[in-house]
Each structure stands twice: as C-alpha cells, then as structure tokens.
C-alpha cells in the first residue's frame, strides 16, 4: 500500500487546515501521526474502517478524522491549531492479513502554526 498524504502548510494561531492521505488499496485503519523537532513521534488520530476514531488528548475537540473507504482517503480536519501542533504529519495505514499486522507509512507532510 502507498500513501500520498497533501495538504499541510503555514496557518496562524487559531487558524484551520485540512491534510488529506491517499492509499492505493483498501485498509482497516487509517489515522495520522506527527513528529515535532526533537520529540518522538506520537499519535494524533486513527479511524477505522467503520467510522470509529480515535485522538490524541491534545487535539480531542478540535480535530476531527473521517475517512471515504470508496475512495482509500482519510482526511484530518484541524481547527483552533496551536504553536505547538506545529510538526510533520505522517498519514499510517494498517492491514492485517492472516493475523498479522502491516503498517504502512506515507512521506509526511509539515504543518506551522506561526503568527
């Protein structure tokens, strides 16, 4: 599975983006990490392919996840963006085949929240 994630980019404080992930198949959960400067990696929000999502304590109540399964897409809506969700945004993808679990990973996208 590839990911083609778009969508990032410069915003002031309070302000609104949207990132968009593309895969080129089918997958059971889809969600998205950032990793800021000199800090790991951590989870912002998965989905499933239910519709059930997932967040991230700091950004519970002003992102949002959604996803379109006829069209492999998942989308992060980011509204009220803070300095400090300034980072790159990295889409992840998850298939399991048999019992196992395969994670895919798309290029990363970067997000500044600077005034």
């Known amino acids: 599975v590839q990911l083609q994630a778009s969508g990032g980019g410069l915003v002031q404080p309070g302000g609104s983006l949207r990132l968009s992930c593309a895969a080129s198949g089918s997958t059971f959960i889809m969600g998205w990490y950032r990793q800021a400067p000199g800090k790991q990696r951590e989870l912002v929000a998965t989905?499933?392919?239910?519709?059930?999502?997932n967040y991230a304590d700091s950004v519970k109540g002003r992102f949002t996840a959604s996803r379109d399964n006829a069209k492999n897409t998942v989308y992060l809506q980011m509204n009220s963006l803070k300095p400090e969700d300034t980072a790159v945004y990295y889409c992840?993808?998850?298939?399991?085949?048999?019992?196992?679990?395969?994670?895919?990973w798309g290029q990363g996208t970067l997000v500044t929240v600077s005034s």
């Open positions: 989905i499933v392919s239910g519709g059930s999502a």
């Open positions: 992840n993808a998850v298939k399991v085949v048999r019992g196992e679990r395969y994670d895919y």
